[in-house]
């Protein structure tokens, strides 16, 4: 490991002259630094909002991009260290080979649909730089790690489920062998640590917050729903419902919830406050932000003198009086898993909640004004046409702010992979993504060919917004946060997805005879 050190000159005590050499030879030890460390979420197709933290990983309908929480944490405990996220800064790969030669290690963040050109880039930087380490961590090393190392030899380790000290005992010079949670190869056989516990006090973790200060611009970062510019932080990990379909408890945070304190929140966001005065909006981004009634009220009163625009996710199982609070302590927006209309597979997919309960929480936010972002799901386990228009049916009755509607993706190390596979409904597990990396159905069931899902992904878009309440709802809100060109930009950017996209489906048609059924877009 390569030692550095600070110049130190010679020092005068009480009148005798001492060398530099005298001072190092009579001190306890020279001080050795950590690896100098670059922390990665890689440059990938255009728009890709593909790992660090992304639970959904694809190049979005509209160019989002969330925050590299996890990347932050370590980035915080390793002096000399820089987080470099390449996609919303647009550094391109070319770019990130050139930053990385002057780096002794690389974390990269990688996903399962970024996987393949990640390990090109793995290869491109180490045949640029030899020396340098590098480790991969995220979903996919972490459910299938033999593959990973067998397959991209540039890499040295990888760190399986939460990575954080993990990386910074290697960084500091502990050997492989003796470092928990990762698997390396020795003497061309991979080999397994065994696992590391999960964190438990995250009150000792740094704040992503000042990593953000040191290392990024803020007003890269955009979310169509979230005011512009934000910024995104955890206060909690882990959840425990048991979604099947959920990557992050699954494969990262695991189903173990641990909170901060209500005191090391508050006390980040003050900070942030005054440190991001561009700032128009705190995101928390936790698996579950509200789950627990008494800790979410707690903080809730630590940050209304704070006097912040905030947001969250939320399940539809919050009661009125969690979100009263929420909402006088400047709480504006909710990220709502509402996924499915349908009653069978709310319970296929173990989502631990009804449509019933589902309805009485939307209104409660909309009685307290609170703004509602609801997503839906097409094509989870049990998925009929008749389903698909329940779920229609009930995402216009909800008539919440915004949508966000998606293709059922079976990610590795999910129950929902598990049943897929099994049942041999995965058509081509390597289809999961076009040319782009937009997201592409890669499940199909008896009766429900791929392609209908596809093209009903956009009938749903069709039938929400296209009504005259939500389309107006949409332009006023635009002009109130002067975001007009921001919607329009979003708008043509979706317009041109949907093209490509239904052009695919109607190609499919032509091979099959198939034609989905219609969809009213109603009132």
Request: net charge positive.
């Given at each position: 490991m390569q030692t550095r050190q600070r110049n130190l000159p010679d020092v005068k005590m009480k009148g005798m002259s001492m060398s530099l050499s005298t001072v190092q030879s009579e001190s306890t030890e020279v001080k050795k630094m950590p690896l100098k460390t670059l922390f990665l979420n890689p440059p990938s197709f255009e728009n890709f909002d593909g790992g660090a933290s992304s639970r959904w990983p694809a190049t979005r309908e509209i160019e989002s991009y969330w925050y590299p929480v996890w990347l932050a944490y370590p980035a915080g405990l390793l002096e000399g260290s820089r987080l470099l996220d390449a996609p919303p800064h647009h550094v391109s790969a070319e770019e990130t080979i050139k930053i990385c030669k002057d780096y002794e290690f690389l974390v990269l963040f990688t996903s399962t649909v970024g996987w393949e050109g990640d390990q090109r880039l793995a290869e491109a930087i180490k045949a640029a730089n030899p020396s340098i380490r590098i480790a991969f961590v995220g979903p996919p090393v972490t459910t299938s790690p033999d593959k990973a190392l067998n397959e991209c030899h540039a890499l040295d380790f990888i760190c399986r489920r939460e990575f954080d000290y993990s990386i910074v005992e290697y960084a500091n010079g502990k050997p492989l062998n003796e470092i928990l949670g990762i698997s390396y190869r020795d003497n061309g056989k991979v080999v397994h640590n065994p696992d590391r516990p999960q964190i438990e006090d995250l009150d000792a973790m740094p704040w992503a917050t000042k990593i953000y200060k040191r290392d990024m611009d803020v007003t890269r970062y955009n979310v169509p729903f979230l005011l512009h510019p934000y910024i995104a932080l955890y206060s909690t990990?882990?959840?425990?419902?048991?979604?099947?379909?959920?990557?992050?408890?699954?494969?990262?945070?695991?189903?173990?919830?641990?909170?901060?304190?209500?005191?090391?929140?508050?006390?980040?966001?003050?900070?942030?406050?005054?440190?991001?005065?561009?700032?128009?909006?705190?995101?928390?981004?936790?698996?579950?932000?509200?789950?627990?009634?008494?800790?979410?009220?707690?903080?809730?009163?630590?940050?209304?003198?704070?006097?912040?625009?905030?947001?969250?996710?939320?399940?539809?199982?919050?009661?009125?009086?969690?979100?009263?609070?929420?909402?006088?302590?400047?709480?504006?927006?909710?990220?709502?898993?509402?996924?499915?209309?349908?009653?069978?597979?709310?319970?296929?997919?173990?989502?631990?909640?009804?449509?019933?309960?589902?309805?009485?929480?939307?209104?409660?936010?909309?009685?307290?004004?609170l703004v509602v972002h609801g997503d839906f799901i097409l094509g989870l386990p049990g998925e009929t046409k008749e389903s698909i228009q329940n779920t229609i049916n009930f995402a216009k009755s909800l008539d919440v702010e915004t949508i966000q509607v998606s293709i059922a993706h079976a990610y590795p190390g999910t129950e929902f992979f598990d049943y897929a596979e099994k049942n041999g409904f995965i058509t081509n597990v390597d289809a999961m993504s076009d040319a782009g990396g937009h997201q592409m159905a890669h499940i199909e069931y008896p009766g429900l060919p791929k392609e209908y899902v596809l093209e009903m992904v956009h009938k749903f878009y069709d039938a929400y917004y296209f009504r005259p309440k939500a389309a107006f709802r949409v332009i006023w809100k635009a002009i109130v946060n002067r975001d007009v060109p921001r919607l329009y930009v979003e708008a043509k950017a979706f317009l041109k997805l949907r093209s490509q996209r239904n052009k695919m489906v109607k190609d499919a048609k032509k091979l099959q005879g198939k034609t989905p059924d219609p969809v009213s877009a109603g009132a």
């Open positions: 990990r882990g959840c425990p419902a048991q979604c099947t379909f959920c990557l992050w408890p699954q494969t990262l945070s695991g189903h173990a919830w641990r909170k901060r304190s209500t005191d090391d929140v508050a006390a980040e966001l003050k900070w942030a406050k005054e440190n991001f005065p561009e700032v128009k909006e705190f995101f928390f981004d936790d698996d579950t932000f509200n789950i627990q009634k008494v800790r979410t009220i707690e903080l809730c009163e630590k940050l209304k003198p704070l006097k912040l625009t905030w947001s969250c996710t939320s399940r539809v199982t919050t009661d009125r009086e969690t979100l009263k609070a929420m909402k006088d302590a400047g709480c504006r927006l909710l990220i709502v898993g509402f996924e499915s209309g349908d009653p069978q597979i709310l319970k296929n997919i173990k989502k631990g909640a009804t449509v019933e309960r589902a309805r009485a929480f939307a209104k409660d936010c909309n009685d307290l004004g």
